[in-house]
C-alpha cells in the first residue's frame, strides 16, 4: 500500500519537473525571439542615423547645382527635422518613409545632372546613399522575419499559456511607405 | 541592391549546414583513418609477408594505427582549424579594402550591404592586387570571414554584377562552406605530401637498389616503397575527389541562394561570363576550390561526364550560366549583346572627344589669353585663382573662373585642404591630393609626377578610365623601343628620399614590357613609388596597348 502510494508520488513529483523545465525552456525561447527582435530594431536604428548624418552633405553637394529639385530636397530636409524631433515611435516612422520617397526621388533623377556625374565627390555621395537606402531595406525586411517568428511563437499553443502570463506581448510589422505603393500615373 | 534572405531559411539552413558539416567532417576523419590503416598494415605485410604473418596478428597493427591516426588527424585538424583568418589571408595575398579608392570604397559598401542582408556580422572585405579576374570568401574556425575580390573584377564590373557575385560569395559564407572545403583542402594535403615523398624515394630506390656485380636489383625494398606509394596515391586521389564533389555541389547552391539575394539572375550571368571569358589571376593551387571560377583552368572545366566531374572542383560554366540564364527567361545571345553594347559604351565614354567641340577654357594670365587648357590642367598650373578671367575655347563668352560652371567645382576641391603634408621630392613644393583612376594619389602641381603608396600602382594598371589618344600611344611605343643599354645610362635623375617615410629610395624597371625607371621606396613596410612626370602614364599606355588585340 505505502509502495504504491510513494510511486503515485514519485510520478506525479516527476511530471511536475517535467512541466517546469518545459516552462523555462519555453520562457527562454521567448526571451531569445524577443532579444533577436530589439537587436534587429537596433540595426535599423543604426542605418537611420547614418542616413541622418548623409542628409546635410546631400545638400551641401547639389546647392551649387541649379533648380536640383528644390521642393523634394526642402521635402527631405524637413522630414529629416521632424524624425529627429520625433517624440513617439509612429511620427518617427512616418517622417523616415517620407526621407526614403523623397531620396529615391532624388537618386532617380541624379543621372540627369551632368555636372552632378561628373563631381567626384557627388558620385561618393551617390553611392553612400544608394548603399544605405538597400541597407535600411532588408534590415527592415530582417527586422519583419524576426517580428513574424516572435509574434507566431507567442500565439502558438502551448507556448501562448507561457507569454501571456510573463507579458511577451506581439510586435508591430513595419509598413512598407505610403507613396511606394502609389499606382505610378502614365501620362502621355 | 540585395534583399534579405527570409530570417527563418538563414537560420535553418545554418542548422542543417552544421549537421552535414558534422557528418562529412566525421566521414572525412574515418577516411584519414582508414588509409592511415591501409598505410601501416602495407608496411608490416611487404615487411613480414603474408606466408609468416596469420590475419589475428593484424589485428593489434590495425588498432593501434587507427587510435595513433585518429589522434592524429584530430590534432591536424585543430591544427588546421586554428589558422586564423590574417594568416590565411596573408597566404592568398590579401590586402584590405582602402577606404581612399572609390572601387574599393563602392566594393566595402557591398560586402556592408551583403552583412546586413545574411545577418553575419564583420565580413572583411578584401582585395588581391592582381588583374586578373575572380572573387572568394574565406572563413576561420572562430566564424571570423571574408569576401575577396580582384582589382581586375573590380573595374571590369558595374555595381549590379559585383553584387551578384558578392551575393554568391555571401551565401557561401552562410552555409560555411568556405570554412568545409579550406578545411578539407588542407586536411588532406598531408596524403599529397607522403605521396609526393614515396614517390621521391621509389625512384631514389629504384637506382640504388641496382647491384653491380650480379646485374640483379634487390627487389625488397623498392616494393616496399611501390606499395606505399601506390596506397598513398589512392588515398590522395579518394580525398581530393571528395573534397572536389563537395566544391562542386556546392557553387551551384551558392549560385541559387545568391540569385535570391540579389533578385537578378541576369547580373548574375553577366558577371560569371565575363569572368569565365577574362584571364582569371593565378592563385595558389590548394585554393582553387575557394573561388567563384577555378582559377586554373583545365580543359576538363568544361566537359560533362564521367572523368571532367571526378576531376574538377567547379561545375562547367556553360551549366551555371544555362541555368542562371533560364531563370532570368534569357538566352545566351541576350548576355552577349547586353555584354558588347556595354563595352562599345565604355569605349565611347573613353575615348578622347577630338571632333567635338575642343575641351577647355582659354584663360587670361600674365596679361594675355593663353590656352586653350583643360580644368585639370589649369588647376595644376597652379597660377588661376577664382578671380581669372576665362573664356571657353571657341566662344567669346567671358566670365570669372568662380563663376564658371566647370570650374567651381575645382576651387571648391582646393579649398577643402587638398594640399598634402608631404613635398615633391624633385621640386620641393607641397604636393597636391588628386584623383586618379579613382584613387586618392598626390600629385606635384609643376613636374606633374606622381607619389603612390603601396600596392596602388597595380590598381592604376587593372584601370582605364582616363583614355589615351593613338598619337600618345604610338610615342609610348616608341619611346619604349629606344630604350636600350644599362638602367645607369638611361636614368639622369638624382637620387631621391621617400616623402613618407625619408627612407632612401632605388631606382628599377617596372618591367621588361613598359621599360620605364621607377622610384621605389627601400623600406619595405612603406614601399611607396614615385612616378617622375608622364612615367605613370606611359605605364598604363604601354600596358593597354599590349592588352588591345591587334
Redesign the interface.
Known amino acids: 500500500m505505502g509502495a504504491l502510494v510513494l510511486v503515485i508520488l514519485l510520478f506525479v513529483l516527476g511530471i511536475a519537473l517535467l512541466l517546469v523545465f518545459y516552462l523555462i525552456s519555453v520562457y527562454n525561447q521567448l526571451v531569445r525571439y524577443r532579444v533577436e527582435v530589439d537587436n534587429s530594431w537596433s540595426?535599423i536604428d543604426v542605418?537611420l542615423k547614418r542616413r541622418h548624418d548623409l542628409i546635410p552633405n546631400l545638400v551641401e553637394t547639389v546647392k551649387?547645382v541649379m533648380d536640383f529639385e528644390k521642393n523634394t530636397l526642402t521635402q527631405v530636409m524637413q522630414a529629416r527635422a521632424a524624425a529627429m524631433g520625433a517624440t513617439n515611435m509612429n511620427d518617427r516612422l512616418k517622417a523616415e518613409n517620407d526621407i526614403t520617397n523623397g531620396l529615391g526621388r532624388l537618386l532617380a533623377v541624379w543621372e540627369n545632372y551632368p555636372?552632378l556625374k561628373s563631381?567626384?565627390?557627388a558620385?561618393?555621395l551617390q553611392?553612400?546613399l544608394?548603399?544605405t537606402e538597400?541597407?535600411i531595406?532588408?534590415?527592415r525586411?530582417?527586422y519583419n522575419?524576426?517580428v513574424?517568428?516572435f509574434n507566431a511563437i507567442t500565439q502558438q499553443f502551448p507556448s501562448n499559456l507561457v507569454a501571456g502570463p510573463f507579458g511577451f506581448t506581439q510586435r508591430e510589422f513595419l509598413k512598407a511607405a505610403e507613396a511606394e505603393k502609389e499606382v505610378p500615373q502614365v501620362k502621355f | 541592391m540585395f534583399y534579405a534572405l527570409p530570417a527563418e531559411t538563414v537560420f535553418e539552413a545554418k542548422e542543417r549546414t552544421r549537421r552535414a558539416t558534422f557528418y562529412l567532417f566525421l566521414l572525412l576523419v574515418v577516411l584519414y583513418v582508414f588509409f592511415a590503416d591501409l598505410l601501416a598494415v602495407a608496411i608490416y605485410l611487404s615487411i613480414w609477408f603474408w606466408d609468416h604473418v596469420g590475419l589475428k596478428d593484424l589485428w593489434p597493427v590495425i588498432l593501434w594505427t587507427s587510435l595513433g591516426a585518429g589522434a592524429l588527424g584530430s590534432a591536424h585538424f585543430f591544427h588546421v582549424r586554428s589558422k586564423t583568418l590574417d594568416d590565411m589571408l596573408a597566404q592568398v595575398g590579401a590586402k584590405p579594402a582602402d577606404d581612399k579608392d572609390s572601387y574599393h570604397r563602392l566594393f566595402a559598401n557591398l560586402v556592408s550591404e551583403a552583412e546586413a542582408a545574411t545577418g553575419i556580422r564583420g565580413i572583411k572585405a578584401v582585395v588581391l592586387p592582381t588583374p586578373g579576374c575572380n572573387a572568394f570568401s574565406l572563413q576561420d574556425g572562430a566564424g571570423r570571414c571574408a569576401i575577396g575580390a580582384t582589382e581586375g573584377l573590380l573595374s571590369k564590373l558595374d555595381r549590379a554584377e559585383l553584387s551578384a557575385v558578392v551575393a554568391h560569395e555571401a551565401a557561401h559564407l552562410v552555409h560555411e562552406d568556405s570554412r568545409l572545403v579550406a578545411t578539407a583542402c588542407f586536411l588532406f594535403s598531408i596524403f599529397g605530401w607522403i605521396n609526393a615523398v614515396f614517390g621521391y624515394l621509389m625512384r631514389d630506390t629504384y637506382y640504388s637498389s641496382y647491384d653491380r656485380r650480379t646485374h640483379t636489383r634487390n627487389s625488397g625494398l623498392s616494393i616496399v616503397v611501390l606499395v606505399l606509394w601506390v596506397v598513398s596515391g589512392i588515398g590522395y586521389l579518394i580525398t581530393r575527389l571528395i573534397s572536389m564533389a563537395i566544391s562542386r555541389e556546392r557553387e551551384y547552391l551558392a549560385d541559387a541562394d545568391g540569385v535570391s539575394m540579389c533578385k537578378d539572375p541576369f547580373a548574375m550571368a553577366e558577371s560569371l561570363d565575363k569572368i569565365s571569358r577574362r584571364w582569371r589571376g593565378d592563385m595558389p593551387d590548394n585554393f582553387g576550390a575557394l573561388f567563384i571560377l577555378n582559377p586554373n583552368e583545365m580543359g576538363l572545366d568544361e566537359q560533362e561526364g564521367f572523368f571532367s566531374n571526378l576531376f574538377s572542383n567547379h561545375p562547367p560554366v556553360s551549366k551555371r550560366l544555362s541555368k542562371l540564364l533560364a531563370w532570368a527567361r534569357s538566352d545566351l545571345g541576350t548576355l552577349r549583346t547586353a555584354e558588347d553594347k556595354e563595352d562599345q559604351l565604355a569605349a565611347a565614354q573613353a575615348a578622347p572627344s577630338a571632333g567635338a567641340a575642343p575641351p577647355g577654357f582659354m584663360a587670361y594670365l600674365n596679361n594675355q589669353w593663353q590656352g586653350p587648357y583643360s580644368p585639370t590642367q589649369l588647376l595644376a598650373s597652379g597660377v588661376m585663382v577664382p578671380t581669372t578671367w576665362v573664356c571657353p575655347a571657341g566662344s567669346q563668352e567671358v566670365a570669372r573662373a568662380a563663376e564658371t560652371p566647370e570650374l567651381l567645382p575645382l576651387f571648391q576641391q582646393r579649398v577643402q585642404g587638398s594640399v598634402a603634408p608631404e613635398a615633391c621630392p624633385r621640386c620641393k613644393v607641397p604636393l597636391v591630393k588628386v584623383q586618379y583612376e579613382g584613387v586618392e594619389v598626390e600629385q606635384c602641381s609643376f613636374c606633374k609626377g606622381y607619389l603612390l603608396r603601396s600596392g596602388v600602382l597595380e590598381r592604376m594598371i587593372s584601370r582605364n578610365e582616363v583614355a589615351f589618344s593613338s598619337e600618345e600611344i604610338q610615342k609610348a611605343r616608341v619611346w619604349r623601343d629606344s630604350q636600350r643599354g644599362p638602367l645607369k645610362d638611361r636614368d639622369h635623375f638624382p637620387d631621391i628620399k621617400c616623402p613618407y617615410c625619408q627612407s632612401p629610395m632605388g631606382k628599377g624597371i617596372h618591367s621588361m614590357l613598359t621599360q620605364v625607371v621607377i622610384d621605389h621606396c627601400s623600406n619595405d613596410s612603406c614601399g611607396a613609388i614615385w612616378c617622375d612626370g608622364g612615367e605613370l602614364e606611359s605605364i598604363q599606355m604601354l600596358i593597354l596597348d599590349a592588352h588591345t588585340p591587334k
Do not use: I, P
Open positions: 540595426q542605418q551649387g555636372t563631381n567626384e565627390n558620385s561618393q553611392e553612400e544608394t548603399s538597400n541597407k531595406a532588408y534590415v525586411g530582417h522575419d524576426v513574424a517568428n
